[in-house]
């Protein structure tokens, strides 16, 4: 059938195999993971439907599966089905104005950072430096965190958000724009970061969650067995 078919492609990131929007009640990650990659496998056998790997996102993704101790048999379909493929950085042009965008973003960011950072020192200063010594239980053990240890908590997390979220902050992450540019291929990621720069890119995009339900749909729209409505 696919031969009559317009080729696609999509190019996966990580953040689809982790999410927790691809899992069905009471399925385990392996599950999930195996059932969507008997998914790619009959789109791309039915569909001509090809899904890409940098081999960056790759190897990260395969320490993360490894991590959550997922079954062996996800490692190989996923070595069949998703085609591990270097992003060409050198023949791949980018419009210097996504260049110049992406650096007066980090120059604001780094100002938020900054803000974030003056701000939790002034919080710091208006404590009472008797109060700054490590407080202790009553058995003589140190208390798990003192005021200042809250305040210093609180300014990392929002300072990681003011630089790091929505942003591309990893070189995977650019690995995975540039192959689907050089591809023409959409891109599946649940980072809001990559899809906000896949809109600079020009690039389709879709949810990492709503992934498995494309594919479903498409398969049963050609009325691929197994898909069709009955």
Known sequence: MHGDLPRQQFVLDTSLFITEEIRQ?????????????????????????????????????????????????????????????????????????????????????????????ETALREVEQLDPDELARETDGDGTEAYMTEADEILSDMRDKYRRALRQGVLDSREDFDLLVLARELDAGVVTEDRGIISWADEFGLRYVRGGQFPVLLEEYLRATGVEGYAPE
């Not at 023949?91 to 996504?98: D, L």
């Open 25 to 117: 009640d009471g399925e385990s990650l392996s599950a999930a993971v195996l059932r969507l990659l008997d998914l790619v496998a009959t789109a791309r056998l039915e569909l001509n439907i090809s899904c890409h790997m940098p081999p960056s996102i790759h190897d990260e993704l395969a320490t993360m599966l490894r991590d959550r101790d997922v079954d062996e048999e996800v490692f190989s379909r996923l070595d069949t089905w998703v085609v591990r493929k270097s992003p060409d950085r050198y023949g791949v042009t980018i419009p210097a104005n996504i260049v110049y965008d992406f650096i007066d973003e980090m120059s604001d960011r780094v100002d938020r950072g900054l803000r974030v950072s």
